[in-house]
């Protein structure tokens, strides 16, 4: 009684459910303070970038693991992405009649967790970035590489350079400055601090 007790516990202070199932875990380096420094369309925009992709310089997060292999192992886990964002998506967003900014990308629900030194938990990105409404999904678009080479792994609008996107946001949304993230830069960590990211299903 007294370990089931504890366990019932454990699951209530923990960020995920105890029934979360680890897909993916790598490492990366967290940039607070730059990313809200970011101007223009970019803002807010990357919430996980590959370190040595176009945009990594924008990004909350810079990982070590290229985008394609993320989205790989992704689908080596069983998920499939919805693919449904094309080019138009993100060319378009300045075209008030064209709906193709408006589409939200498709695909399984994800949960983003991120740990630093000394956190001693897992905590939810979207809590890190102040959006609590985030709905991140595996759209996979890994045919879009080439073009965009942005090396997103998790865009916070439905992007159709992301692997993850946020289902919630669309790129009409950018533009309009829907887009706000909120976070708390007394709670997070100096720029340039290692972290560990999990994508849990």
């Not at 290229?66 to 378009?92: F, M, S």
């Not at 939200?104 to 949960?111: F, L, M, S």
């Not at 890190?128 to 865009?155: Q, T």
């Amino acid at each position: 009684m007294i370990f089931l007790r504890g366990l019932i516990v454990f699951c209530l202070l923990i960020t995920l459910p105890c029934s979360a199932k680890t897909l993916l875990e790598f490492e990366g380096k967290i940039y607070p303070r730059r990313f809200l420094q970011v101007k223009g369309i970019g803002y807010g925009h990357h919430a996980i970038v590959w370190k040595d992709g176009r945009t990594s310089e924008k990004a909350l997060i810079e990982a070590e693991i290229p985008d394609r292999e993320v989205a790989d192992i992704l689908a080596k886990q069983g998920l499939v992405g919805g693919n449904n964002l094309t080019n138009e998506t993100w060319t378009a967003r300045n075209d008030p009649n064209n709906p193709a900014a408006d589409a939200r990308v498709a695909g399984p629900t994800v949960e983003v967790t991120v740990t630093w030194e000394g956190l001693n938990r897992w905590e939810k990105l979207k809590e890190i970035l102040g959006m609590p409404e985030a709905d991140y999904r595996f759209g996979d678009h890994r045919p879009l590489i080439p073009i965009w080479k942005s090396g997103c792994i998790v865009c916070n609008v439905s992007c159709p350079g992301g692997k993850i996107s946020n289902h919630s946001l669309t790129i009409r949304d950018q533009v309009m400055k829907r887009l706000r993230p909120n976070l708390d830069l007394e709670k997070l960590p100096k720029d340039g601090t290692k972290v560990r990211v999990r994508i849990s299903k």
